[in-house]
């Protein structure tokens, strides 16, 4: 019997709108002869829409959207300095509030130097591995706000929130990961000044570690972790780190493993009581939206990530077999566009 796999769609912003499409086609074409149909349905969301109504995700789409087995996302965000936009962060009225309401606490972002990449580090350069990101608390939280706005005596805050149950679920998860990987963790946080939050994550290392003896755990400071990032790289098997720290070392790693073109990354609740969603690192690109020149390899690797965790990873291989073939072929094609590079991945699976 044909399994159906109801998809949210959220193209989202900018080049978003254009990797998604791309994205789609290389799912059906490493799918069509499995016995699976993806239902896609597609919202409406992000800038354009937020201006024509003034929404940015209104209850009854979070709804059908609870309702999908995984969300597929392009990327959210206008054109820095945009005046319509002063003030507001849709980023977090529709990005963070998907992450957020559905308990995305795992930001799994992969970082891997394929052979016939060449990597900004040079020749020879080996990576990979997976940070773990939380995804629901740190600085991202919300907690804070503005005394006195507008007057010279205006005071901010921006609460970096930690809870033991939100850093022992993410870093139980890294070190699971690391059991079915090569059995390395290294946590990062700054633990030498952010001494609360960075207190608490390293009582939980030291208790989650103390569970996992066949694991061998190491700390960094994140500056330091920056360095070995692009010295080293080739030491990291699971970083697990807070959601800021997090948010900039994958920028890092995208840098270091082929660019950000190629990130992939899924939101995943773990537990499966929401959908999860599958989204590229990179943001939504106004400079060079609209030009069908964005690479769409990210969003098509995210959506092999997706199709791992509807337990389609035979498939998911399939698919990062063909953007392997595609990077080793890239010397000959010369410059592509962002269909091309679609439909040339898409015909690598038919
Ligand atoms: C990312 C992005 C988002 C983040 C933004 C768009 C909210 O930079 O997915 O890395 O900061 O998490
Ligand atoms: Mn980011």
């Known amino acids: 019997m044909t399994r159906t796999i109801p998809l949210a769609v959220i193209p989202g912003d900018g080049i978003g709108r254009e990797v998604v499409p791309e994205a789609l086609k290389v799912l059906h074409a490493a799918t069509e002869h499995e016995d699976v149909a993806f239902e896609l349905h597609d919202f409406d969301l992000g800038i354009d829409r937020y201006l024509r109504t003034g929404d940015m995700l209104p209850d009854a789409e979070m709804r059908q959207i609870a309702q999908t087995e995984a969300i597929l996302f392009g990327a959210v965000g206008g054109r820095p300095g945009d005046p319509r936009l002063a003030g507001i962060s849709i980023e977090r009225g529709l990005l963070l509030r998907l992450r957020f309401d559905f308990d995305q606490y795992v930001n799994l972002r992969p970082a891997l130097i394929r052979p016939g990449v060449s990597s900004v580090l040079g020749p020879g350069a080996r990576a990979d591995f997976v940070v773990v990101r939380e995804g629901t608390e740190g600085a991202y939280s919300g907690s804070g706000g503005v005394l006195r706005e507008g007057t010279p005596n205006a005071v901010a805050t921006e609460v970096a929130l930690a809870t033991h149950h939100g850093?022992?679920?993410?870093?139980?998860?890294?070190?699971?990961?690391?059991?079915?990987?090569?059995?390395?963790?290294?946590?990062?946080?700054?633990?030498n000044v952010l001494v609360h939050s960075g207190g608490l994550w390293q009582s939980v290392q030291d208790e989650v570690s103390a569970r996992y003896p066949d694991i061998e755990v190491d700390y960094l400071h994140v500056d330091a972790a920056t360095i070995h990032l692009v010295t080293t790289p080739e030491r990291f098997d699971v970083i697990v780190t807070d959601n800021l720290f997090g948010d900039i070392l994958t920028d890092l790693a995208g840098a270091i493993a082929g660019g950000i073109g190629l990130a992939a990354s899924g939101s995943i609740d773990p537990e499966r009581r929401y959908p999860s969603m599958f989204e590229p690192v990179h943001g939504s690109a106004p400079d060079i939206a609209g030009q069908g020149v964005a690479d769409p390899t990210a969003a098509v690797l995210s959506a092999a990530m997706m199709l791992d965790h509807l337990e389609l990873r035979g498939q998911g291989d399939r698919i990062r077999d063909a953007v392997a073939a595609d990077l080793d072929a890239r010397a000959s094609t010369g410059p592509r566009g962002t269909a091309e590079v679609g439909d040339a991945l898409a015909a690598r699976l038919t």
């Open 167 to 191: 850093v022992e679920r993410v870093m139980r998860f890294a070190f699971d990961l690391a059991r079915r990987r090569r059995g390395r963790v290294t946590v990062v946080h700054k633990n």
